[in-house]
């Protein structure tokens, strides 16, 4: 029966590190940085032949060590011009309160990746008066209110409604998700015969001086 053949005796001499440039220094980066990876990397010479790379440290980011969010629900990309329109609208009151919490409060429900909330209107009902049901004598909004909001919501472009509860958010204003996942949404979504339709031309359509802010109040308030 055929032996293996005897080990080959080893050198008390350090042996000789490869030149930098040589191919054989590349080819131990690759099988450390596969082996590092997980990769089952097929060598040509047998694993008793392999050279071991030593003195190299790889280095490498950590995708979930760069965002420290509140809470448990990760996070969403807003757009920032978006993010602005809000709170002009809010200021110019071109929106109406249980607009713009209906929408954030959707928004911030979104699954993964897919640009879809799965709420039901009494669900956001029910969500938006989470704390004022602990307060007493709080001011709570009314699922009639979250119909008429949903609806506006819709005339602006920011939502669709898809049926069986789910709520379709403008993925080019909020989107929870990487954007090759963002593409794929857009590109089930985009119509190009029309320009105008979801997602884009997006509302309020304003009128002029909707934005010539009165600061009379408050500068008489200050002023006493």
Not at 175 to 186: D, I, K
Request: aromatic share 8%.
């Amino acid at each position: 029966m055929p032996t293996d053949p005897p080990a080959r005796p080893r050198s008390g001499r350090p042996r000789a590190a490869p030149q930098a440039t040589s191919e054989a220094q590349f080819d131990d980066i690759l099988l450390v940085l596969g082996e590092q990876l997980g990769e089952q990397v097929q060598a040509a010479e047998p694993r008793s032949r392999r050279r071991k790379l030593k003195g190299v440290t790889f280095e490498y980011e950590d995708p979930r060590s760069v965002h420290d969010m509140a809470g448990h629900d990760g996070y969403s990309l807003a757009s920032n011009w978006f993010t602005q329109f809000l709170a002009q609208l809010s200021v110019a009151n071109s929106i109406t309160k249980s607009q713009l919490c209906v929408f954030l409060f959707v928004a911030g429900g979104q699954e993964k990746g897919t640009g879809f909330a799965q709420y039901t209107q009494q669900e956001i009902t029910d969500g938006l008066n989470k704390i004022a049901a602990t307060k007493k004598d709080s001011k709570k909004i009314t699922r009639s209110t979250v119909n008429r909001a949903i609806k506006a919501l819709v005339e602006y472009k920011w939502v669709e409604q898809a049926g069986n509860g789910k709520i379709r958010l403008n993925v080019r204003l909020w989107f929870r998700g990487n954007s090759a996942a963002q593409q794929e949404v857009l590109a089930e979504i985009t119509d190009p015969d029309e320009p105008e339709a979801f997602p884009y031309s997006i509302g309020p359509d304003l009128h002029q001086g909707e934005f010539d802010l009165d600061f009379g109040d408050e500068q008489g308030e200050r002023a006493g």
